[in-house]
């Protein structure tokens, strides 16, 4: 039974399982850590357009 590497759809390893490497799970990781957690204050880089508008 083969598992491909989610990252690169390569053949896993069973030392890295599911990865085929150290270095795609790395990618794995970063992206898990980037999408998991949204820096707080993201939200400060919107500009509000509407206040301009107001006389
Ligand atoms: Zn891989």
Redesign the pocket.
Known sequence: MTTA??????P?EPKFRP???S??AN?DLQRWLSGSYVLPGDELDDEDPGRDAET
């Not at 590497?5 to 390569?10: A, D, E, G, T, V």
């Open positions: 590497c989610p990252i690169c759809k390569k896993a990865f085929c490497s270095r795609c990618v």
